[in-house]
């Protein structure tokens, strides 16, 4: 018949989920503390072993062999030292069991914290272990209490935090709702492990197909990059490993039904499934569905990527406040400018008027150099006929030459002209004669109606 001790372990054990080995291991590290505190010393070594089937406590503490023991905790004879082990010498150790007969009352309840605290350890323990490695797997739980900037999710063996930033700003929370939510991080607390989930995340989105869609797990189709904006509209890019298999057909499924249940879990987000390529102007014309494409031109060394659409067509291309160019941007991870036509017609023929009007200015610099270069004769040899011979200096024909003259020196000199008078000095001289006879003097003022001399000017 098992003792109540044993019976009090395996329903502790049943309670918290635990095996009854972990739950029997922190019992015995719980009675090592109390044992060790009244009848061992602090430093010696000891062990507690419980029988599984029975329930009976063993103590079993480290001794050393003297001659002659004076301190019976620490020390044993010789003759009491062989009984356990024959070949033992003085100086070694052994284990022999020293199991105390009343722990008392102190002790029983300081045995009953230690284990309750060591059962806590265990329990965290096995959660941590649990739920460490889950981080982006979905999980379901109920929603167990609501706190202005997080909900608590059971989750079973443990509550899960959903802080206000990983929850959908449209949709509403109820004290037991059952949700879907994603394992974002597991870490390990001062008051437990502490599971942070999300409702938000693109993992969780993933993770519906995945569980909705049995080609996911097959390894049939695969998805490649996830763009969402939670509670408004989403974005995934899937491709297929075979070539007979449309991968937006297996997730939209037979009349859409596949699509609809994750639809219905996200509370009418919206969802474009797109066909990915490793083409990247192809992949970028998909990724803007619904809206038709004309071209696109792609810059790699910047990573941006110019579309042009119809004009009637742009402001689907772009979304509402830009929604759809700004999930595609993410999805594909370029950076996308969209034109409508007109306006790449209008900036293609401003570019194509520009380099003409470059390239007329660089012929007019061009020409007059090159029609000079074209006109200038080459200059023609002279001929010797016309020069006269050369003599050497020194020679007698030489002196006989006629000497050099310039024009100063062969002009002949003119009749020197007298220097005429001024206007203001004939008046003078008028007014003068006019005085002494006044007939001259007046046919002299009719001579000054005459011009001057042009010196005068």
Same mark, same amino acid.
């Given at each position: 018949m098992k003792s109540d001790f044993l019976l009090a372990i395996t329903q502790l054990s049943a309670e918290k989920n635990l095996p009854k080995e972990v739950v029997l291991e922190a019992v015995e590290t719980a009675l090592i503390s109390v044992y060790r505190k009244d009848n061992f010393s602090a430093d010696q070594n000891i062990r507690v072993k419980i029988e599984p089937t029975s329930g009976q406590v063993q103590v079993w503490a480290e001794k050393t062999v003297a001659e002659q023991p004076s301190d019976i905790s620490s020390e044993i004879s010789l003759t009491q030292a062989r009984r356990v082990?024959?070949?033992? /010498?003085?100086?070694?150790?052994?284990?022999?069991?020293?199991?105390?007969h009343n722990a008392g009352r102190i002790a029983a309840q300081t045995?009953?914290?230690?284990?309750?605290?060591?059962?806590?350890? &265990?329990?965290?323990?096995?959660?941590?272990?649990?739920?460490?490695?889950?981080?982006?797997?979905?999980?379901?739980?109920?929603?167990?209490?609501?706190? *202005?900037?997080q909900l608590l999710i059971d989750l079973g063996r443990t509550e899960g935090i959903l802080p206000g930033i990983e929850q959908v700003p449209n949709e509403r929370y109820r004290v037991g709702q059952r949700l879907k939510v994603v394992i974002l991080e597991v870490a390990?607390?001062?008051?437990?492990?502490?599971?942070?989930?999300?409702r938000s995340h693109p993992d969780l989105l993933r993770r519906l197909f995945e569980m909705e869609v049995p080609e996911f797990s097959n390894g049939v189709i695969e998805i490649k990059s996830v763009a969402r904006e939670a509670g408004s509209r989403c974005k995934v890019a899937v491709t297929s490993r075979q070539a007979n298999v449309d991968p937006v057909g297996c997730c939209v499924g037979l009349r859409g039904?596949?699509?609809?249940?994750?639809?219905?879990?996200?509370?009418?987000?919206?969802?474009?499934?797109?066909?990915?390529?490793?083409?990247?102007?192809?992949?970028?014309? $998909? &990724?803007?569905? #619904?809206? /038709?494409?004309?071209?696109?031109? $792609?810059?790699?060394?910047?990573?941006? =990527?110019?579309? +042009?659409?119809?004009?009637?067509?742009?402001?689907?291309a772009i979304g509402?406040?830009? /929604?759809? +160019?700004?999930?595609?941007?993410?999805?594909?991870?370029?950076?996308?400018?969209?034109?409508?036509?007109?306006?790449?017609?209008?900036?293609?023929?401003?570019?194509?008027?520009?380099? &003409?009007?470059v390239s007329?200015?660089? $012929?007019? +610099?061009?020409?007059?150099?090159?029609?000079?270069?074209?006109?200038?004769?080459?200059? #023609? *040899?002279?001929?010797?006929?016309?020069?006269? *011979?050369? +003599?050497?200096?020194?020679? =007698?024909?030489?002196? @006989? /030459?006629?000497?050099l003259r310039f024009a100063e020196d062969i002009m002949?000199?003119?009749?020197?002209?007298? *220097?005429?008078? $001024?206007?203001? @000095?004939? @008046?003078?001289?008028?007014?003068?004669?006019?005085?002494?006879?006044?007939?001259r003097g007046r046919k002299a003022r009719l001579e000054l109606d005459t011009p001057l001399d042009e010196e005068e000017y």
């Amino acid at each position: 018949m098992k003792s109540d001790f044993l019976l009090a372990i395996t329903q502790l054990s049943a309670e918290k989920n635990l095996p009854k080995e972990v739950v029997l291991e922190a019992v015995e590290t719980a009675l090592i503390s109390v044992y060790r505190k009244d009848n061992f010393s602090a430093d010696q070594n000891i062990r507690v072993k419980i029988e599984p089937t029975s329930g009976q406590v063993q103590v079993w503490a480290e001794k050393t062999v003297a001659e002659q023991p004076s301190d019976i905790s620490s020390e044993i004879s010789l003759t009491q030292a062989r009984r356990v082990k024959p070949d033992t /010498q003085i100086g070694e150790t052994v284990m022999v069991e020293a199991t105390p007969h009343n722990a008392g009352r102190i002790a029983a309840q300081t045995a009953k914290q230690v284990i309750l605290q060591r059962l806590h350890e &265990a329990e965290h323990s096995a959660i941590l272990e649990e739920f460490s490695g889950r981080e982006g797997d979905i999980v379901t739980g109920i929603v167990q209490r609501i706190e *202005p900037r997080q909900l608590l999710i059971d989750l079973g063996r443990t509550e899960g935090i959903l802080p206000g930033i990983e929850q959908v700003p449209n949709e509403r929370y109820r004290v037991g709702q059952r949700l879907k939510v994603v394992i974002l991080e597991v870490a390990q607390t001062s008051g437990g492990p502490r599971v942070i989930l999300s409702r938000s995340h693109p993992d969780l989105l993933r993770r519906l197909f995945e569980m909705e869609v049995p080609e996911f797990s097959n390894g049939v189709i695969e998805i490649k990059s996830v763009a969402r904006e939670a509670g408004s509209r989403c974005k995934v890019a899937v491709t297929s490993r075979q070539a007979n298999v449309d991968p937006v057909g297996c997730c939209v499924g037979l009349r859409g039904i596949r699509i609809q249940n994750i639809v219905n879990e996200l509370h009418g987000e919206k969802i474009d499934v797109v066909l990915w390529s490793a083409d990247i102007t192809t992949f970028i014309a $998909s &990724a803007l569905s #619904p809206a /038709q494409i004309l071209s696109v031109e $792609s810059h790699k060394e910047e990573n941006v =990527a110019t579309v +042009v659409v119809p004009d009637r067509q742009l402001s689907l291309a772009i979304g509402r406040e830009g /929604q759809n +160019v700004r999930l595609a941007a993410k999805l594909t991870g370029w950076r996308i400018d969209i034109k409508g036509a007109s306006t790449a017609e209008a900036e293609e023929a401003a570019r194509a008027e520009e380099a &003409a009007i470059v390239s007329e200015e660089a $012929s007019a +610099v061009l020409e007059p150099v090159l029609t000079s270069a074209e006109t200038i004769a080459p200059t #023609p *040899p002279l001929d010797s006929t016309l020069l006269p *011979p050369l +003599v050497p200096m020194g020679t =007698a024909t030489a002196a @006989k /030459q006629p000497r050099l003259r310039f024009a100063e020196d062969i002009m002949v000199p003119g009749p020197s002209k007298p *220097p005429s008078k $001024s206007r203001k @000095k004939q @008046k003078k001289d008028i007014r003068d004669r006019d005085g002494e006879d006044g007939g001259r003097g007046r046919k002299a003022r009719l001579e000054l109606d005459t011009p001057l001399d042009e010196e005068e000017y």
